[in-house]
């Protein structure tokens, strides 16, 4: 799959949730690779701010990003749109603080994407692949984000509140194609209750009854009612009985839950890759959501590619045989066993090591470790079957090491184990030269990389 980008320019206004200012934000088309960015056009120098977890800087009512003393905050909506469409590169340039609360969802969005249109762009997608169970929890809240195995994406969320009028709630999304019919119009919510404190607390100056979800759960007398209106700036209300008090009604009965579900996916956004896995979000929150984002930006940053999915019961792509008529490589010095997986800028090529490899006799009797300048040779040969894809006739071609550079071992290779290599080209295919970057993996860590380039030359 390839990354996607807008196809043309697209601006919304309006004013923001807690400013409630009217601000502009222009979507603009970004090149592969970009990720998601966020630019104030209303500062000097108009500063970008990279759209990660790790530049979350406040949870409170929204997502908060900051670079410096640069800001932009209420980020979700907006990112759960980009994500939900695959979108993998923009740049959302801002002349405010905030993003416009627009009517407190992200139909806006998805109407204006979906006008605009997608298109691919060369870079593969780089997904998220999730391979274990991921948990992260708030034992003072009752919040938890628990992340499954899976082969795409898909997101259940439960929530619940002390309310009599919105207690236990439950929303799920199987498919993102669904997210623009099921979730996009599904508004921000807010308790009566709530307003002053969030008032005093310099928020939700844009808030009102077209933007919010108003909920009336507990028993308010009219005068203090009609004080709490002043405040927001709106119109006074009569209210006989708990429920919900906004001027548009619900969209669906458990719209605050399908809002949530809106919220989370938002927040994952900021991990700055595409996630496969079954996300199930229980009483989530922007805190717990970043706190997960933040995770899982701590490991990307520890290293900065996945280990391959390798399944063994799965046909390969090419066999020792293909591979045999592809390589002039014989024994002992034929180091790839089979490719599983093959894009047009990369590929995915198994060895396994056992005792009765040649080398070991002197490499060494007493503890046999693979020797690393064969791990290279290996990804090279990796490598170069890589780079005869790219010609017709591959079986008359060779490739030949010109350079290598930025070698890595960390951690020694033994029998028993399985080396997964791999490759992806670091530039375009120029004058039969290649320069590619190599990973070799045993289970899900690096054990050695190198960068290289090859030269592509027709056999006499």
């Known amino acids: 799959m390839k990354q996607i980008t807008l196809k043309a320019p697209f601006s919304v206004q309006g004013k923001g949730l807690h400013t409630g200012k009217v601000i502009k934000a222009e979507f603009l088309p970004a090149q592969d690779n970009y990720g998601f960015k966020m630019q104030r056009v209303d500062l000097e120098g ?54 416009p609360i627009l009517d407190g969802s992200a139909k806006v969005y998805c109407e204006n994407i979906a006008e605009v249109g997608v298109v691919e762009q060369k870079a593969d997608k780089d997904f998220y692949l999730v391979k274990q169970k991921i948990e992260v929890t708030d034992e003072a809240t009752g919040a938890s984000i628990v992340v499954l195995p899976d082969s795409d994406f898909s997101i259940d969320v439960m929530v619940q509140y002390d309310s009599p009028v919105l207690n236990n709630q439950f929303a799920s999304l199987d498919k993102m194609e669904d997210f623009p019919a099921e979730i ?24 009102d009854l077209e933007n919010a979800v108003v909920i009336y759960d507990s028993n308010i007398e009219k005068t203090e009612l009609d004080r709490l209106a002043d405040l927001m700036g709106v119109p006074h209300k009569n209210v006989d009985k708990f429920g919900y008090i906004q001027e548009i009604p619900l969209v669906a009965e458990n719209e605050p839950a399908r809002h949530k579900l809106m919220d989370v996916i938002g927040d994952l956004a900021l991990i700055g890759r595409p996630l496969k896995g079954k996300v199930i979000a229980t009483r989530p929150g922007h805190s717990i959501n970043t706190t997960f984002a933040k995770k899982i930006r701590r490991e990307i940053k520890r290293q900065d590619i996945q280990a391959p999915v390798y399944d063994p019961n799965k046909e390969p792509i090419m066999d020792n045989n293909t591979i045999r008529e592809l390589l002039p490589h014989r024994y002992p010095f034929l180091l790839v066993d089979k490719i599983i997986e093959k894009g ?36 090279a040969q990796t490598g170069g079957l890589l780079v005869l894809s790219t010609v017709d006739d591959p079986e008359h071609y060779s490739t030949y090491f010109m350079k290598i550079d930025n070698v890595k071992f960390r951690q020694k290779v033994v029998p028993g184990d399985t080396l997964i290599f791999h490759l992806s080209f670091m530039t375009e295919l120029r004058r039969g030269c290649a320069v590619m970057k190599g990973y070799a993996f045993v289970g899900e860590k690096i054990v050695s990389e190198c960068e290289f380039m090859a030269q592509i030359i027709k056999n006499k």
């Open 46 to 99: 108009e500063p970008i701010i990279d759209a990660l977890a790790e530049n979350v800087v406040s949870t409170t009512r929204g997502t908060v990003i900051a670079k410096g003393d640069v800001s932009v905050s209420t980020i979700e909506h907006a990112l759960a749109a980009l994500y939900a469409a695959g979108i993998d590169n923009c740049l959302v340039r801002l002349d405010g603080p905030e993003m």
């Open 184 to 207: 996009s119009a599904c508004r921000t919510f807010v308790f009566v209750r709530e307003i002053e404190p969030l008032v005093k607390g310099n928020l939700i100056k844009g808030g």
């Open 344 to 379: 047009e800028n990369y590929i995915v090529g198994v060895k396994n090591i056992t005792a009765n490899e040649p080398f070991f006799t002197g490499h060494f009797p007493q503890e046999p470790v693979l020797p690393g300048v064969l791990q290279i040779e290996a990804m």
